[in-house]
T-cell receptor
Framework: QKEVEQDPGPLSVPEGAIVSLNCTYS??????FMWYRQYSRKGPELLMY????GNKEDGRFTAQVDKSSKYISLFIRDSQPSDSATYLC?????????????FGRGTSLIVHP | DTEVTQTPKHLVMGMTNKKSLKCEQH?????MYWYKQKAKKPPELMFV???????INESVPSRFSPECPNSSLLNLHLHALQPEDSALYLC????????????FGEGSWLTVV
């Protein structure tokens, strides 16, 4: 079982829709959770990170963590064509005294006008 | 724009060549990372440097050789690569090795012929 599971999509939505992107993780010890956005042929860009359970909002983006079900979500309100990208969730995995991001495989999002 | 700068953006090399990928950050971060990413796959960790010392080597073949000349620079020396090593190589940095705010460069596209 992979440590972070994510449906690769693609997820196709009309402009203005609310988008829900989700991941599950296996290790209950994970505390930090991140969402990255990656445009085609570019490096991942950190969108949000959260610690433990709860919600965090930043503009049109809301990150949600439910530790009881090991489920993390990213909601995008009023989606725009410029949001079309691959969204990667990540958790921090302790390794050799460091904490290393472990990525899901990414969900491809397409927002069409 | 990312504050992690990678050069070159594109590199084509033969299997007998020796080349290097370079990475620079001026955010005062003390941890730097090399990741490898194949198409439609998540980034895979290769190396972690923490306070200029190699702290993690994810069993990467010796044809990849990292070097950290100082806290702002990270190089990846390449020698006798195989065509399957063709990928996007991502450099990243974080304030320390807690990993929660890891920032990626735009990557170096490597093609081995």
């Amino acid at each position: 079982q992979k440590e972070v599971e994510q449906d690769p999509g693609p997820l196709s939505v009309p402009e203005g829709a609310i988008v829900s992107l989700n991941c599950t993780y296996s290790n209950s010890a994970f505390q930090y959770f991140m969402w990255y956005r990656q445009y085609s042929r570019k490096g991942p860009e950190l969108l949000m990170y959260t610690y433990s359970s709860g919600n965090k909002e930043d503009g049109r983006f809301t990150a949600q963590v439910d530790k009881s079900s090991k489920y993390i979500s990213l909601f995008i309100r009023d989606s725009q064509p410029s949001d079309s990208a691959t969204y990667l969730c990540a958790t921090l995995n302790a390794s050799g005294g460091s904490y290393i991001p472990t990525f899901g495989r990414g969900t491809s999002l397409i927002v069409h006008p | 724009d990312t504050e992690v700068t990678q050069t070159p953006k594109h590199l084509v090399m033969g299997m007998t060549n020796k080349k290097s990928l370079k990475c620079e950050q001026h955010m005062g971060h003390r941890a730097m990372y090399w990741y490898k990413q194949k198409a439609k796959k998540p980034p895979e960790l290769m190396f972690v440097y923490s306070y200029e010392k190699l702290s993690i080597n994810e069993s990467v073949p010796s044809r990849f050789s990292p070097e950290c000349p100082n806290s702002s620079l990270l190089n990846l020396h390449l020698h006798a690569l195989q065509p399957e090593d063709s990928a996007l190589y991502l450099c990243a940095s974080s304030q320390d090795s807690s990993g929660n705010t890891i920032y990626f460069g735009e990557g170096s596209w490597l093609t081995v012929v």
